[in-house]
């Protein structure tokens, strides 16, 4: 486990940002996800304005075990689904065990608690994902065995994964490709600072860095932001991998 990458979640996402096909962001999520020891994933789109109807539903990546998903299909799980019904409310990642006590859970769902042990999907980790400020997706991380570690430190990495991944397949299955591909004009001081934002420095630390105030460095985040068409600092590192800003 990586812990320059819990301490800064934007480092490592460059074979994220890179991917070109289902198949190869599939490969650079599991890989990177067990660099946290969870060896199990998932991506789920919900609705997303910007993605044809066809690249919606869950599992579109999806590392889940089949007889699982075969039992979550055929069991109608998506109507009560404990972990999604939680998703809608939240805006960060979450452990699933923060659940599993819940006092408001029917029988029915904790009964799918005790299933998701029983399909060797243990300690998960679920991320809910928002762009227009409904939830758009949602990626989740479990593990096959059981690990002695805890997974609080780990849900701000976890979060960054997840981000970057759905942010990857957007733009892979984007409507317009061409804001999926045309590489916005930033500035050399806007790569510069970009550049240390995916080294997981703060705004400060860029700061001192550059020899420039916080305020200059936040009206270049805030110009990179916009350029990008980013919504957050992870986001506009996966932007900036893709479109040569950044050199990995």
């Keep these: 486990m990586d812990l320059l990458d819990i301490e800064a979640p934007s480092r490592g996402l460059e074979p994220i940002a890179e991917a070109r096909s289902d198949g190869d962001l ?4 599991r890989h990177a996800a067990e660099r946290y020891g969870f060896d199990r994933v998932i991506l789920s789109v919900i609705v997303d304005p910007e993605l044809p109807q066809d690249c919606h539903g869950r599992g ?6 089949a007889d699982f998903r075969a039992y979550y299909a055929t069991n109608d799980c998506i109507r009560y689904d404990p972990i999604l019904k939680a998703a809608l409310k939240r805006k960060r990642a979450f452990a699933w ?5 819940a006092p408001y859970l ?7 608690m005790a299933t998701l042990k029983a399909y060797h999907l243990h300690q998960g980790v679920a991320v809910p994902l928002r762009i227009t400020g409904t939830l758009n997706g949602i990626a989740a991380f479990a593990r096959s065995k059981p690990i002695a570690s805890e997974t609080a430190p780990l849900l701000p990495a976890l979060q960054a994964l ?3 991944t ?11 490709a061409s804001l999926a591909t045309e590489r916005a004009a930033l500035s050399i001081k806007e790569c510069d600072v ?3 934002v995916a080294g997981g420095k703060t705004d400060d ?16 985040m805030r110009n990179i932001y916009r350029k990008l068409n980013a919504h957050n600092r992870v986001t506009a590192v996966v932007a900036g991998i893709r479109q040569g800003h950044i050199c990995p």
């Design 26 to 29: 599939l490969l650079a999520f």
């Design 60 to 65: 579109v990546l999806n590392h889940f075990p």
């Design 97 to 101: 065990e923060q659940l599993e006590a």
């Design 106 to 112: 029917t029988a029915r769902q904790v009964a799918f």
């Design 162 to 164: 997840g981000q970057a």
């Design 166 to 176: 759905y942010e990857a397949y957007r733009t892979i299955h984007r409507k317009d």
């Design 194 to 196: 970009l550049t240390w």
């Design 205 to 220: 630390e860029i700061a001192e860095i550059l020899s420039i105030s916080p305020n200059t460095v936040d009206s270049h």
